[in-house]
């Protein structure tokens, strides 16, 4: 069973770059049946996807953070990693690191999404000076 | 991007009596093979979200069969045949069909 945990500074100051990790057990990190994501929830609001990575050599990530995410994977630690530029208050929020499984079944439904169906507990970033 | 909206935002509920969501995406949601990217969750109070639904009607493991998803061209319902206390909390659906995935404002459930 698949399981995740974010880790991370906690309080940042304006403008600086805030690092998340998300430790990965259960599965192998570089596996082909996984995207791995970050996920943010600001307080009181809604869920917001930063983007994913998949396989350590694609990413792809949410316009809306313009260029100021970046996500990367950490084979030998089997863990990925959520970087976030010049912050601001609008940042401050709880990250989630999820799993989207794929499915890996050579055939008709090789590729196919179901779902993000392992969350971790989520890590709260305060922007603050 | 693909705006995902959903209705009612706030659904009062009493125990025991069946439930609806409604989710619209603005464009398609149909994968070329043959499927529509698009998931349910619930977020607790305090908690995670958690996947209930995946490519709009498949139950994700361990969620109980009063849970059921369904789709209408670029409409979408989750129904819960009879609310238990366990089901209050935020409802968001999501899809994945392009990237950004984007999630809809979600429906807030609670007891009446």
């Known amino acids: 069973q698949v399981h995740l945990q974010e880790s991370g500074p906690g309080l940042v100051s304006p403008s600086q770059t805030v690092s998340l990790t998300c430790s990965v057990s259960g599965a192998s990190i570089i596996s082909d049946g996984y995207y791995w994501s970050w996920v943010r929830q600001r307080p009181g609001k809604g869920l917001e996807w930063i983007g994913y990575?998949?396989?350590?050599?694609?990413?792809d990530y949410n316009p809306s953070l313009r260029s100021r995410a970046t996500i990367a994977v950490d084979i030998s630690e089997g863990q990925f990693s959520l970087t976030l530029q010049s912050v601001s208050g609008a940042d401050t929020a709880t990250y989630y690191c999820?799993?989207?499984?794929?499915?890996?079944?050579?055939?008709?439904?090789?590729?196919?999404?179901?779902?993000?169906?392992?969350w971790g507990r989520g890590t709260t970033v305060i922007v603050s000076s | 991007d693909i705006v995902m909206t959903q209705s009612p935002l706030s659904l009062p509920v009493t125990p025991g009596e069946p439930a609806s969501i409604s989710c619209r995406s603005s464009q398609s949601l149909l994968h070329r093979n043959g499927k529509k990217y698009l998931d349910w969750y619930l977020q607790r109070p305090g908690q995670s979200p958690q996947l209930l639904i995946y490519?709009?009607?498949i139950r994700a493991s361990g969620v109980p069969d009063r849970f059921s998803g369904s789709a209408s061209g670029t409409d979408f319902t989750l129904k819960i045949s009879r609310v238990e206390a366990d089901d209050v909390g935020v409802y968001y659906c999501?899809?994945?069909?392009?990237?950004?995935?984007?999630f809809g404002q979600g429906t807030k459930v609670e007891f009446k």
């Open positions: 999501m899809q994945a069909r392009q990237t950004p995935w984007t």
């Open positions: 990575a998949f396989q350590s050599w694609t990413t």
């Open positions: 490519l709009g009607s």
């Open positions: 999820a799993a989207t499984v794929v499915d890996t079944t050579v055939g008709p439904t090789q590729g196919r999404f179901y779902g993000m169906g392992v």
